[in-house]
T-cell receptor, first 114, second 112 residues
Framework: DAGITQSPRYKITETGRQVTLMCHQTWSHSYMFWYRQDLGHGLRLIYYSAAADITDKGEVPDGYVVSRSKTENFPLTLESATRSQTSVYFC?????????????FGSGTRLTVV | DAKTTQPPSMDCAEGRAANLPCNHSTISGNEYVYWYRQIHSQGPQYIIHGLKNNETNEMASLIITEDRKSSTLILPHATLRDTAVYYCIVRASTGANSKLTFGKGITLSVRP
């Protein structure tokens, strides 16, 4: 199906473990983004990517690693999960970042770190 | 830094127009006003955007004041499914400020 999909939908992991959240889009959009959403903070940008092999930090990148070897995939890795990374994570994609380019968001991954 | 100010919440009756205000007094000439909404547990959804002219699409209308310091999103006939958090976002056309930056939004509750 066309669109943007995130997996898993729900994840529980232990403190200190590595966990990877997946994001896949079928439009060949150049730009992809990772946001996290916490109560009281709204959505905050973690990392974004302008194209394959080009990534850059957003507002809250610490503790996260991203890669983009293929245009359609943009995985987010928590190298050593902490309780403060318990959150809902949203992936988005866009043809560009200028005006006229809307972002399309995935359904989110709810991550709990215990 | 939030470039927009929205009331935290409002409600309206089903079938009536919902008028959601947003202040953006420091908006620059190359910055657009965007509206997104987020229905509970879902990803944000694009609604509409504009620069200085009023805009309308199948979902909503956007009214921007002449001085561009504020705007209003209008849902002409609100339904229960329009209950959501609505984000007003100021976004530059290019550069670092062209990425979407979300504030806390306004929670719209549509009552039967």
């Amino acid at each position: 199906d066309a669109g943007i999909t995130q997996s898993p939908r729900y994840k529980i992991t232990e403190t200190g473990r590595q966990v990877t959240l997946m994001c896949h889009q079928t439009w060949s959009h150049s730009y992809m983004f990772w946001y996290r959403q916490d109560l009281g903070h709204g959505l905050r940008l973690i990392y974004y990517s302008a194209a394959a092999d080009i990534t850059d930090k957003g507002e809250v990148p610490d503790g996260y690693v991203v890669s983009r070897s293929k245009t359609e995939n943009f995985p987010l890795t928590l190298e050593s999960a902490t309780r403060s990374q318990t959150s809902v994570y949203f992936c988005a994609s866009s043809e560009g970042v200028g005006t006229g380019y809307g972002y399309t968001f995935g359904s989110g991954t709810r991550l709990t770190v215990v | 830094d939030a470039k927009t100010t929205q009331p935290p919440s409002m409600d309206c009756a089903e079938g009536r127009a919902a008028n959601l205000p947003c202040n953006h007094s420091t908006i620059s000439g190359n910055e657009y006003v965007y509206w997104y909404r987020q229905i509970h547990s879902q990803g944000p959804q694009y609604i509409i955007h504009g620069l200085k002219n009023n805009e309308t699409n199948e979902m909503a209308s956007l009214i921007i004041t002449e001085d561009r310091k504020s705007s209003t999103l209008i849902l002409p006939h609100a339904t229960l499914r329009d209950t959501a958090v609505y984000y007003c976002i100021v976004r530059a056309s290019t550069g670092a400020n062209s990425k979407l930056t979300f504030g806390k939004g306004i929670t719209l509750s549509v009552r039967p």
